[in-house]
């Protein structure tokens, strides 16, 4: 058995591997980021897959988002906690505005720059490069390249929040970028909207994607993942987690909450993205996440655009139709909001055929403001 699931991994890593190299504008670097925050008490223990059923129950209960929710949140600590994490990250251009992408969960700064082959048209990065800007894509704490950290008391959304905010300070000083745009996919969106809250002077720009506002339609994407501890689901690839780390069920599981109608996306794009660019999140990170709402949109400045697959599970339901019509009184501080509704997608953009006009309307939003 564990030949065979050697030798499964070792062939997907060949079927997936990039055969293009990387560009020379591209580097992976480490950058060592210090937070200092409050964290959240939370009273959860996740060791086996039946305690993440336990927890998706109690995180998909109709009461959920009420005062008197089941989610495990005691407290907060009194005093912030110092941390110091080392942030995997990649940069790439060679000057021009700096785009800082933040991916969601259950992924991995992978879904920015897809490395499978004959994809480039799915790669923001390279669409960005083209385009005249430097990005620094980067794997949130706890995920691929960056440390680390325990799933109930590091992996936390406020914390999260802190990191980004280091990276915009990062982006400003040690880059010398002039322009930063902050670039947001699904929990990513959320850790891009409270950046550019408390960076609000540091911030030209946030495009949020993954994103209608609001947790209404949580429930079938958290139902739907049909969590599974990490570590016990593919030991060769996450034995090293601790058990708070959860991922899906499976590839169709994955399919099912993160991509569309099956005419708008390759199937290749869906299996590459389960077996590569999939990443485990930690159970801190969406009690934390509601715990921290609502954030308080109307302090964004910077101009906002919303750009959204129709057929997006975890934002809007499976049918995104008008439910952004709200976002222009939900971001009243900002100098502008755009949004678009219906992009032939599900959750998971970048990886549908219509990437290459989403990150065109992007571009666009972006250069007519300046950035």
Not at 240 to 264: I, K, M, R
Not at 296 to 319: E, H, I, K, R, Y
Not at 329 to 352: I, M
Request: net charge negative; glycine share 8%.
């Amino acid at each position: 058995m564990l030949a065979y699931a050697l030798s499964a991994l070792a062939l997907a890593a060949t079927t997936f591997a990039r055969p293009y190299p990387t560009p020379s504008s591209c580097r992976d670097i480490t950058i060592p980021v210090a937070v200092s925050v409050p964290r959240f008490i939370l009273n959860v223990t996740v060791n086996d897959n039946w305690d993440a059923v336990a927890l998706t129950l109690n995180l998909t209960r109709r009461d959920f988002s009420n005062p008197t929710d089941p989610l495990p949140v005691a407290g907060k600590t009194a005093a912030p906690v110092n941390s110091t994490f080392n942030v995997g990250a990649t940069l790439c251009g060679t000057g021009g505005p700096l785009l800082v992408l933040t991916h969601g969960i259950i992924e991995s700064k992978l879904y920015w720059r897809p490395t499978l082959e004959n994809s480039e048209q799915y790669s923001f990065v390279d669409a960005a490069v083209a385009a005249g800007y430097s990005v620094l894509s980067y794997d949130r704490i706890g995920v691929g390249s960056s440390s680390k950290v325990d799933a109930i008391s590091d992996a936390q959304f406020q914390v999260e929040a802190a990191v980004l905010d280091s990276l915009v300070d990062y982006g400003r000083h040690a880059v010398n970028a002039t322009k930063v745009a902050l670039v947001g996919h699904s929990y990513g969106s959320y850790l891009t909207v409270a950046s550019a809250i408390s960076k609000t002077t540091a911030i030209d720009a946030v495009v949020l994607t993954g994103f209608a506002g609001g947790f209404s339609y949580f429930t079938p994407f958290l139902a739907g993942s049909a969590f599974r501890v990490a570590k016990l689901t593919d030991p060769l690839r996450w034995g090293h987690l601790d058990p708070g780390y959860l991922t899906t069920a499976d590839l169709f599981a994955e399919t099912y909450v993160y991509f569309g109608e099956e005419h708008d996306f390759e199937r290749r794009m869906a299996e590459w993205s389960h077996a590569v660019s999939s990443e485990p999140f930690a159970i801190g990170e969406l009690p934390s996440l509601l715990a921290s709402s609502p954030l308080n949109f109307s302090a964004v400045t910077a101009p906002v655009f919303v750009a959204q697959g129709q057929f997006d599970l975890s934002a809007c339901g499976g049918n995104c139709d008008g439910l952004l019509e709200t976002m222009e009184t939900d971001f009243a501080g900002a100098k502008a909001v755009e949004t678009v509704d219906d992009l032939p997608s599900g959750h998971n953009l970048n990886l549908h055929k219509v990437a290459p006009k989403a990150f065109g309307m992007i571009f666009d939003f972006l250069k007519r403001h300046g950035v």
